[in-house]
């Protein structure tokens, strides 16, 4: 049973740019939620699709921005890139009928903005 | 959202048990603990959750007094490849509830 697949695992752009992380959930999980995690830090939420709506949002600006598709997979889009948006980005998939915290994440993709 | 306290870093050898505390002084009524492992370059993944009293599963056990303020993480007998971050969240299980990860513990194994 295939976990959390993202892609690419390692991204390099320049500032200014656009970049589109992918995410394809757990099987049988519907929810899908995005986190950064710079470097020594833990990950912070920036927001979480279900039902291909945008449910929940942390304190992320604008140029951060995603879509769910209607298999589930998800699209984290980064706009005007910025030095500072260099991190780990992960993906996290769940059930939202589940009365467990389990979240499975993905090995995430490590973008370096220059 | 309760926030959660735990030490930056903690040291072991391997053969010994590692036990990490959290505080968490403003867990609400509904609201579980649990625990995520995170080896470099990957995902955090799910330990163990608990309620009140103790847990236990094939990987750790997990300690929370009554008052539910604190709780304890406990690994048996760590080796090496036990050396990772962990982190203890506190907050209403389902799917549609964020996580909110602090700076998590940060667990040496040496030889």
């Known amino acids: 049973d295939a976990g959390v697949t993202q892609s690419p695992t390692h991204l390099i752009k320049t500032r200014g740019q656009q970049v589109t992380l992918r995410c394809s959930p757990k099987s049988g999980h519907d929810t899908v939620s995005w986190y950064q995690q710079a470097l020594g830090q833990g990950p912070q939420f920036i927001f979480q699709y279900y039902e291909e709506e945008e449910r929940q949002r942390g304190n992320f600006p604008d140029r951060f921005s995603g879509h769910q598709f209607p298999n589930y997979s998800s699209e984290l889009n980064v706009n005007a890139l910025l030095l500072g948006d260099s991190a780990l980005y992960l993906c996290?998939?769940?059930?939202?009928?589940?009365?467990?915290?389990?979240?499975?994440f993905g090995s995430g993709t490590r973008l370096t903005v220059v | 959202l309760a926030k959660t306290t735990q030490p930056i870093s903690m040291d072991s050898y391997e053969g010994q048990e590692v036990n990490i505390t959290c505080s968490h002084n403003n867990i609400a009524t509904n609201d579980y603990i649990t625990w995520y492992q995170q080896f470099p370059s990957q995902g955090p993944r799910f330990i163990i959750q608990?309620?009140?009293t103790k847990v236990t599963n094939e990987v750790a056990s997990l300690f929370i007094p009554a008052d539910r303020k604190s709780s304890t993480l406990s690994l048996p007998r760590v080796s090496l490849s036990d050396t990772a971050v962990y982190y203890c969240?506190?907050?209403?299980?389902?799917?549609?509830?964020?996580?909110?990860f602090g700076a998590g513990t940060r667990l040496a194994v040496h030889p």
């Open positions: 608990g309620y009140k």
């Open positions: 969240l506190v907050g209403v299980p389902g799917g549609y509830n964020k996580l909110i």
């Open positions: 996290a998939s769940s059930r939202v009928r589940t009365t467990s915290y389990g979240y499975t």
